[in-house]
């Protein structure tokens, strides 16, 4: 998988990604029925009203989405909006599955990037470092801000995101744009703190952990509030609400993410006691006769998606290890490894 290399200020970042967009997003996301889907809100107060709230809650970050808009060479309203998509249409093409696990004074977190396969090949890898002095490590789709997927910083931070599929919406900030902000979060307790003082429209779940306390957390953050689990030694999470604290959330449960979930616990506990990176990979590239994948690779899948990427992260007294695996070719994966000291 590519990786795109980038320093500047947020309109230059977003700027770059917009020219990585550009093509695709004319060609194909702007004609998709996703896209189709959202623009009843194009012209509505709800968009006006999240503008808003971007320039003056996030203003580096309504940056980066003009920056984006321009070198995408599309109105900002719709660039706006597509970054909204999953807090107006939960149903859009992005599962993903996550596992953690605390072992022997190192944490592991583990992604398999779910999402479109029609953007198989345009999405790539950001590694950028901001003039505030932060670098960030992020899986990108193109015409999207940085943030919701396979994520990492200088600060020795790192998270991955699984969607969640409400069925109400809320009143507050894009779930994307929140996730923007987490991406330059100094540590396990202020990403935290940033979910409980901002108000969501939407809903992720995060599994994120530090370089300093090395404890992975499972972190439900629907716009009804935010629950946090310790990973204890093992965690895991199919883009559905699972913990207790969110049982009486009203969500849809497809049946890829119920069954991604019910095989991940199973694999989970087999291998408790000597689970490692390499186990964890394997794990996210199970593919079950008998019931819906983990790994997911065929074109009719259910939820219209197939796995774009796998990330495995590493954090020791040595730094953070980052190893993508880029899935344009299933049979051939290309890996792609980072260290962030």
């Keep these: 998988m590519r990786t795109v290399i980038f320093e500047g200020s947020p309109y230059q970042l977003g700027y770059k990604l917009g020219l990585e967009a550009k093509s695709i997003f004319a060609s194909y996301i702007k004609n998709s029925h996703h896209f189709t889907k959202l623009l009843p809100w194009r012209d509505s107060d709800w968009l006006a009203d999240i503008d808003k709230q971007i320039q003056q809650t996030f203003p580096r970050i309504y940056k980066e989405l003009q920056g984006l808009a321009d070198g995408c060479e599309q109105e900002f309203k719709d660039i706006l909006l597509w970054n909204c998509r999953g807090d107006l249409l939960a149903t859009g093409p992005e599962g993903c599955t996550s596992i953690a696990v605390k072992k022997d004074g190192r944490a592991i977190v583990a992604h398999n990037e779910d999402g479109d396969p029609n953007l198989r090949g345009h999405c790539f890898l950001l590694d950028a470092r901001l003039d505030n002095g932060v670098r960030i490590f992020s899986f990108a789709y193109p015409g999207s801000i940085p943030g919701h997927t396979i994520c990492a910083n200088s600060h020795g931070l790192v998270y991955t995101v699984n969607n969640i599929r409400l069925v109400d919406q809320g009143a507050g900030l894009p779930r994307m744009i929140i996730s923007r902000a987490l991406l330059e979060s100094k540590n396990c307790e202020a990403f935290i703190a940033l979910l409980e003082n901002h108000q969501r429209s939407g809903g992720f779940h995060y599994t994120v952990a530090d370089k300093q306390s090395r404890q992975p957390y499972s972190v439900e953050a629907p716009f009804q509030g935010v629950s946090v689990n310790k990973a204890a030694p093992i ?107």
């Design 235 to 341: 965690a895991v999470h199919a883009n559905h609400l699972v913990h207790k604290q969110q049982s009486n959330i009203a969500q849809t449960i497809t049946k890829s993410s119920r069954c991604r979930q019910l095989r991940m616990e199973a694999l989970a506990a087999l291998q408790s006691e000597s689970i490692d990176e390499e186990k964890c990979f394997n794990i996210l590239q199970d593919i079950e006769e008998n019931a819906l994948p983990v790994f997911r690779t065929e074109p009719d899948d259910p939820d219209q998606e197939n796995t774009l990427a796998t990330g495995v992260f590493t954090l020791s007294n040595k730094g953070v290890e980052v190893v993508v695996y880029g899935m344009e070719d299933f049979s051939n994966p290309v890996k792609t490894q980072f260290l962030l000291e």
